[in-house]
């Protein structure tokens, strides 16, 4: 469903209380979540006076989270690669470049787009088998294009599951199962060489003249490769194949091509398609008489067949930009749950789509502030977003005012700026803008590797204004990440995003935050977690242990009961008088925590600069003080 047509009041009740609403939107990108989209009076909000936090403005363009995944597929799924090459959607890394689609319905093409973010979930999984054997383990809420359209993987014809979903019969479209790419074996390089120098050699591509050079070593004084063998095996036909294409072959307005005027070479071109079974017609070059060429003609499926099948090394041959994908049709001959959870992934990608093993497949693009709105603090903060969506314009016009005093701005204090549906409101850009024309020194707290994206423009504004961003990493243990944080990127991606914000110039600390206690709070743990940090050049580190407000302290009392009961008693003592943990303990972990990190150089700067730390050690708290409006997230 397009987002235009889903308007306040068709289908979506007006929220009571909620000033300014427009429209509330649920998006099959973002399964089970509703997006009220509303103009905000005001962005620029002032933390109350009794608040224990060392900044005096936020900034939140939303209210609720969309980190929470429900899509995914299992991670050994092959992704097509803006090169024409395959990889596992577990192997993928942000910023990496892939292949989408463009166009209307089920005529697209493919284009180049990037991975914006990457995470993964433990999902209930799913086997999706099609007629040609391809088989796609996937979370129930996956999407695939069909020939009628995006269907998710399960759904009901009738009551409150009712959507369109993959039955036996349906039609899916893409370019076809992938094949395995051929071993480098010793008989794959034979016949690679052999193709390439029968067609020129080294003097035209250098991808080809640099794997030719690894190559022939392997085979000392010997020439004998560049003979046609009596009865080559399937690695050399394969390798014979790439080499002859790389030097005397195209693709170019969806045809691949390859031509060539000696006839033993022909014959054998001709031999090794027969034996991979290949769809293509011989016919004459229209410039050499003498020479003879082979087409596919099996559309984009035998084309990426091809190239997976071969392997060929030139990467401008194989691009696939602007290929029509959507002749093949492949047909659901079942789906049938595995009756098991197991980790899936996702990613977002600038087009919203990408090729999962042949088929086009959908993207999967603070909660007790969620009930001054009349949403509950569990369940609603994930699945009722409000979007602030004049954010930009609003806050520049209040910086302007000349009572603004151009005081520093923490972004993320409350909830993620860069969740998942900042990839398609793109708010931040606005907002960062606004401030930096302003003067006015900034923030950002974010667990979200969507911040990558601005990175670019944050390295901009930092020469005129003051910047500085801190990255949310709690632990690094993958088992408890999934459980505790579903949806959200991987310690590492948010690691990897570190590594990209040093590397552009600008400030990164790192907040460990929650600390768990009896979870990720031992000495092993924490050095485990801090090495890491320093070794992706952390500023500094500010390590804060959980609490609990009201809202939180209810959802995370029902998330504890399911996966460790027998924690339930000690979390019970430690947060019996309040939201925070009692004294004793926050001691006890100040001793473990602050050798740890003079060790690895990670000690936070003393007192508050914004240009070093995006969020400084919080004061130790009162007990039962009241939460502020706008308060720290940390869960």
């Known amino acids: 469903m397009r987002w235009e047509r889903q308007r306040a009041g068709e289908g979506e009740p007006i929220l009571p209380g909620l000033d300014g609403l427009l429209r509330s939107v649920r998006s099959p990108e973002f399964d089970g979540v509703t997006f009220h989209e509303v103009h905000a009076k005001s962005v620029l909000n002032r933390v109350p006076d009794g608040s224990q936090v060392p900044f005096r403005w936020t900034v939140n363009p939303y209210r609720g989270c969309s980190h929470a995944c429900t899509y995914c ?54 086997r999706v088998t099609l007629d040609d054997g391809t088989v796609l383990v996937t979370g129930p809420d996956h999407r695939f294009l069909s020939a009628r359209g995006w269907k998710y993987v399960t759904g ?76 080559p095996d399937a690695h050399w036909a394969r390798g ?21 005027d000696e006839t033993d070479v022909v014959d054998a071109m001709f031999a090794a398609l027969d034996r991979f079974s290949f769809e293509y017609e011989t016919v004459g070059h229209r410039e050499y008489a003498g020479r003879r060429q082979a087409r596919l003609t099996g559309g984009a499926g035998e084309v990426l067949r091809f190239l997976h099948l071969t392997d060929p090394a030139v990467v401008w041959k194989r691009s696939l930009d602007g290929t029509t994908i959507g002749s093949v049709r492949r047909v659901v001959t079942s789906v049938e749950s595995l009756g098991l959870e197991l980790p899936l992934f996702d990613i977002t990608t600038g087009t919203g789509d990408f090729v999962a093993d ?85 923030s950002i707290l974010s667990k979200g590797t969507v911040l990558t994206r601005d990175l670019p423009l944050l390295e901009s504004v ?19 990440q999934r459980r505790l944080e579903p949806g959200t990127p991987s310690p590492q991606a948010r690691l990897d995003l570190v590594r990209k914000a040093r590397a552009a110039g600008l400030p990164c600390s790192v907040l460990v935050a929650p600390v768990l206690p009896y979870l990720t709070d031992s000495v092993e743990a924490l050095d485990a977690l801090f090495t890491e940090l320093a070794d992706a050049g952390a500023d500094s580190v500010t390590v804060i242990p959980l609490h609990l407000r009201p809202g939180a302290r209810e959802w995370f009392a029902a998330w504890l009961g399911r996966h460790h009961p027998a924690l339930v008693p000690r979390y019970k003592r430690l947060y019996a008088r309040g939201s925070y943990v009692d004294r004793a303990y926050r001691q006890q972990l100040g001793e473990r925590v602050g050798p740890l990190l003079r060790r690895h150089g990670l000690a936070p700067k003393t007192g508050y600069n914004p240009r070093t730390a995006a969020e400084p050690e919080v004061p130790e708290p009162r007990v039962e003080t009241p939460p502020p409006a706008e308060q720290l997230r940390l869960l």
């Open 462 to 480: 930092a020469k005129d204004v003051p910047v500085s961003l801190a990255v949310s990493i709690a632990l690094l243990d993958r088992e408890l």
């Open 240 to 260: 014979f194949l790439a080499g002859l294409f790389d030097l005397a072959g195209g693709y170019r307005r969806g045809v691949l091509s390859i031509a060539h």
């Open 358 to 442: 042949g088929m086009v497949s959908h993207n999967c693009f603070a909660r007790n502030t969620h009930t001054y709105l009349d949403f509950d603090a569990g369940h609603d903060f994930d699945t009722q977003v409000v979007v602030k969506v004049n954010a930009p314009e609003v806050l520049a016009a209040q910086l302007k005012r000349p009572s603004w005093q151009r005081e520093h701005v923490a972004m993320g204090t409350n909830t993620d700026p860069y969740q998942r549906a900042e990839g398609r409101y793109q708010l931040m850009p606005g907002i960062i803008r606004a401030l930096a024309d302003s003067g006015t020194p900034l």
């Open 156 to 231: 009901s014809k009738l009551g409150a599951a009712q959507r369109p979903h993959l039955v036996e019969g349906t039609e899916l479209v893409g370019g076809g199962k992938f094949v395995r790419t051929p071993d480098d074996t010793l008989g794959y390089r034979a016949g690679y060489l052999c193709g390439m120098l029968r067609s020129g050699g080294f003097a035209a591509e250098k991808d080809a003249a640099a794997r030719a050079l690894r190559y022939l070593p392997d085979f000392g004084s010997s020439v004998g490769f560049m003979s046609l063998p009596p009865k």
């Open 73 to 126: 597929l299992e991670g050994g799924t092959p992704v097509l690669l803006a090169d024409g090459r395959a990889k596992p959607i577990a192997d993928l890394q942000v910023g990496e470049r892939i292949l989408g689609t463009r166009g209307h319905g089920v005529a697209r093409r493919l284009v180049p787009t990037e991975v914006l973010a990457h995470w993964t979930t433990v999902r209930e999984a799913y």
